[in-house]
């Protein structure tokens, strides 16, 4: 068996890091071991462990305190790198709670109590009080509205964010952790990268500004959906949002490859579209976020992750596309690297070098051509991405502001090639790109130009 | 390394057995025995164990702890887990084969020229007092907790422990404070060569990966900070700074160490086992 993490570990991080790639093959093997739990059916309830269910705040201290969960997620992380994990899994990318047990039904009862002010037969007009399935560091059950209206709540594990919060104070063992993890990268921001996101994870209060921020603007598309909030039903310990119905990732792979086509188009779009104009990364592309509906119809999940970036933050990136892929400036192309920090200015190294190797990245928008996303291709991509032994290495990096984008970009192209998708995904692009504004080059592209124009009116 | 453990768990910890055993899904060893923090009560209890010159002179004259330091631990954590989670015949089993083992272990402590033998009760309840002493301690600062009357329960409880080996019921100690008392009371104490020795192994274990070991030293510091003053003070140990010692920090530790041992196969369902007995 090949092992080049393992080798690209030893090379950059040195003694110093046993600890963390210790930590990261537990992480990696935790992953490992639970895909069914990821990949589940749309009745997920009989795959919740309810009778290891936890009962006290205690418990859940013990089961995803003390490093637990942390490390959980870190393994989670991990698994982008390490080529030996199995393709589904690397796809996967299974979250922390899918190990965890679920909550009793009366600590989850308990925890509405608090938050919402009354017990949740009084608070709903009806409670199923076993969870359906597990969320970020919590669960989530089904419950229908005073109002009718079917939902799903979002509860949190008691107690789970004061030990979250604790366990990401210990910067020392966590850096240990995290430049083992992904050598060549600066491993002090991406420890505050991810330490900021988990807290981020532990309020739901963000999530559901941000979940907001997807469902309003995509409001009456045909193609994407995004469930809306319940503000009233919502804290930061509670998240209600409309309940979705249909098919999980895996039952989709069994479709025909038409299908799943048109899924990966959806995802596709979502994922490109969000990014250029509503600024903003969903930078969890896991497939359990994912409820297919047939036809291309795809509705997306758990906000938890969520990131915004600016006009200045954007400027680089779209700069770099443009001048790789349209103006074929080496020059430009390397320059624009420089300024949004992916490339340390001055480094010794001749400018095509640059243009090949980060030009893999931009591999399915450089040429007006249909394509396969295969698994080899995404894992090709992935490994490049975090390949210590290449010349570029010392000199290259992933700035903070990009981090969660660069693991979506890289969950993307996990999910494209575990769906052995094909499109113009160039074309696509070219659409969404704000410096192009392509003409739409699938049906699904018209519709969602119709989309656009209502949208257009109604603002 | 923790390879071996791993697979002793997953076997000492029966899927169909015909009874509860010595102690039972409702007894406080069960939930102590599974409390995260045992490895370093382990570690911690082989310091004291080897304290005394006799106990450790069959050690280090009849076993091969020296060449499989490892499989030696694993030995000994199954037979523990065997006859906390085992049905009765299982442990009684366990116990005689230990039993059998110690009839042919006897001889002279090259240091103190003092006779031993493995069945004289004095050393069995020695090394009884401190495996006990050390997991009661363990997991009442780094474990889930242990209320002072729990403790208590537990020390009472792990009396047929002892016994199943050769202990007479009415030597062993019933109470924490009584278990203290006793093993001061014990006035051949003293870290022979063959203690340094062993410890040293303890400390460092060889062949340990690199992944491994600084994870370790971290938490023999931790053996060493929570040891009874007498036991640090005739090792000649330093006291280690109060943040190595520091509950959260130390949980953090063991959390990492414990979810690598998790994840090898066949402990996390063990564990499960354990748990839905205790439910049921």
Request: proline content about 8%; glycine content about 8%; hydrophobic content about 45%.
């Given at each position: 068996m090949k092992k080049p993490a393992a080798a690209m570990v030893q090379s950059r991080a040195g003694r110093s890091a046993a600890l963390a790639r210790l930590a990261l093959r537990i992480g990696g093997r935790y992953v490992a071991r639970s895909p069914r739990l990821v990949f589940a059916s749309v009745e997920r309830r009989r795959e919740l462990r309810h009778d290891l269910a936890l009962r006290s705040a205690d418990d859940v201290a013990e089961e995803l305190g003390a490093m637990r969960g942390v490390l959980m997620k870190l393994g989670q992380m991990a698994s982008y790198v390490y080529e030996d994990l199995p393709q589904t899994v690397r796809a996967t990318m299974g979250r922390l709670q899918q190990t965890a047990p679920p909550m009793s039904p009366e600590m989850a009862a308990g925890v509405i109590t608090e938050e919402l002010g009354a017990a949740p037969d009084e608070v709903f007009a009806r409670w199923d009080p076993l969870a359906f399935a597990a969320a970020s560091i919590g669960q989530v059950h089904r419950a229908i509205t005073r109002d009718g209206r079917a939902v799903a709540v979002k509860v949190q594990y008691p107690g789970i964010a004061r030990s979250i919060t604790s366990d990401l104070r210990n910067v020392s063992l966590l850096r240990r952790l995290v430049g083992s993890a992904f050598p060549g990268l600066d491993s002090r921001s991406l420890v505050e990268e991810l330490a900021e996101r988990l807290e981020e994870e532990i309020d739901y209060g963000l999530e559901a500004r941000s979940q907001e921020l997807f469902a309003s603007y995509y409001d009456g598309h045909p193609y994407i959906h995004v469930p809306h909030v319940v503000p009233a039903l919502s804290t930061a310990r509670v998240l209600t949002s409309d309940l979705v119905t249909g098919s999980r990732f895996e039952e989709m792979q069994g479709w025909s490859q038409h299908e799943r086509d048109l899924a990966a188009e959806t995802i596709y779009r979502f994922?490109?579209?969000?990014?250029?104009?509503?600024?903003?990364?969903?930078?969890?592309?896991?497939?359990?976020?994912?409820?297919?509906?047939?036809?291309?119809?795809?509705?997306?999940?758990?906000?938890?992750?969520?990131?915004?970036?600016?006009?200045?933050?954007?400027?680089?990136?779209?700069?770099?596309?443009?001048?790789?892929?349209?103006?074929?400036?080496?020059?430009?192309?390397?320059?624009?690297?420089?300024?949004?920090?992916?490339?340390?200015?001055?480094?010794?190294?001749?400018?095509?070098?640059?243009?090949?190797?980060?030009?893999?990245?931009?591999?399915?928008?450089?040429?007006?051509?249909?394509?396969?996303?295969?698994?080899?291709?995404?894992?090709?991509?992935?490994?490049?991405?975090?390949?210590?032994r290449s010349p570029l290495a010392p000199y290259s990096d992933v700035p903070r502001a990009y981090v969660v984008m660069q693991r979506i970009n890289l969950g993307l192209y996990a999910v494209l090639g575990s769906m052995n998708a094909t499109a113009n995904w160039r074309r696509i692009a070219e659409e969404i790109w704000p410096f192009r504004n392509g003409p739409p080059s699938t049906p699904i592209g018209e519709a969602e130009a119709r989309w656009e124009a209502q949208r257009a009116i109604a603002v | 390394m923790l390879e071996p453990l791993a697979r002793v768990y997953e076997r000492s910890v029966p899927a169909e057995p015909a009874d509860d055993g010595l102690f039972g899904p409702g007894s406080i060893v069960w939930r102590v025995h599974r409390d995260r923090s045992f490895a370093l009560a382990g570690m911690r209890a082989l310091m004291v164990q080897a304290l005394h010159p006799l106990a450790m002179a069959g050690v280090a004259q009849h076993s091969d702890w020296r060449r499989d330091p490892f499989g030696r631990l694993a030995a000994t954590s199954g037979y523990v887990l065997t006859v906390t989670y085992g049905d009765r015949a299982s442990a009684n089993e366990a116990a005689a084969r230990v039993r059998a083992v110690h009839r042919h272990v006897r001889g002279?402590?090259?240091?103190?020229?003092?006779?031993?033998?493995?069945?004289?009760?004095?050393?069995?309840?020695?090394?009884?007092?401190?495996?006990?002493?050390?997991?009661?301690?363990?997991?009442?600062?780094?474990?889930?907790?242990?209320?002072?009357?729990?403790?208590?329960?537990?020390?009472?409880?792990?009396?047929?422990?002892?016994?199943?080996?050769?202990?007479?019921?009415?030597?062993?100690?019933?109470?924490?404070?009584?278990?203290?008392?006793?093993?001061?009371?014990?006035?051949?104490?003293?870290?022979?060569?063959?203690?340094?020795?062993?410890?040293?192994?303890?400390?460092?274990?060889?062949?340990?990966?690199?992944?491994?070991?600084?994870?370790?030293?971290?938490?023999?510091?931790?053996?060493?900070?929570?040891?009874?003053?007498?036991?640090?003070?005739?090792?000649?140990?330093?006291?280690?700074?109060?943040?190595?010692?520091?509950?959260?920090?130390v949980r953090q530790l063991l959390g990492t160490l414990d979810l690598a041992f998790e994840s090898l196969g066949g402990v996390m369902e063990a564990r499960r086992r354990i748990e839905l007995r205790t439910r049921s």
């Open positions: 994922v490109f579209r969000s990014l250029y104009r509503i600024h903003a990364f969903n930078g969890d592309p896991h497939p359990g976020n994912y409820v297919f509906h047939g036809g291309g119809r795809v509705s997306f999940l758990d906000f938890g992750l969520t990131k915004t970036f600016t006009d200045q933050d954007l400027a680089p990136l779209v700069d770099a596309v443009r001048l790789l892929v349209f103006d074929n400036d080496a020059d430009g192309f390397r320059d624009a690297l420089e300024r949004a920090g992916f490339l340390k200015a001055g480094a010794p190294v001749a400018t095509q070098l640059v243009v090949d190797r980060f030009g893999h990245f931009y591999g399915t928008v450089l040429k007006d051509r249909p394509m396969m996303i295969t698994p080899e291709y995404s894992s090709a991509i992935v490994r490049r991405f975090f390949d210590a | 002279t402590d090259p240091e103190t020229g003092l006779p031993y033998a493995a069945e004289d009760p004095e050393l069995l309840l020695w090394v009884h007092a401190a495996l006990v002493e050390s997991i009661e301690t363990i997991v009442q600062r780094y474990g889930r907790g242990l209320e002072p009357v729990d403790a208590d329960r537990y020390v009472a409880e792990m009396v047929p422990f002892a016994e199943i080996v050769g202990v007479p019921r009415d030597m062993v100690p019933r109470s924490v404070e009584a278990l203290n008392e006793w093993m001061r009371s014990v006035a051949l104490v003293q870290p022979t060569q063959a203690a340094r020795d062993a410890i040293e192994v303890v400390v460092d274990p060889p062949g340990i990966d690199g992944d491994t070991r600084e994870l370790w030293h971290e938490l023999a510091k931790v053996a060493i900070g929570t040891l009874p003053d007498w036991a640090r003070a005739a090792y000649g140990f330093a006291m280690p700074p109060p943040e190595a010692l520091e509950r959260e920090y």
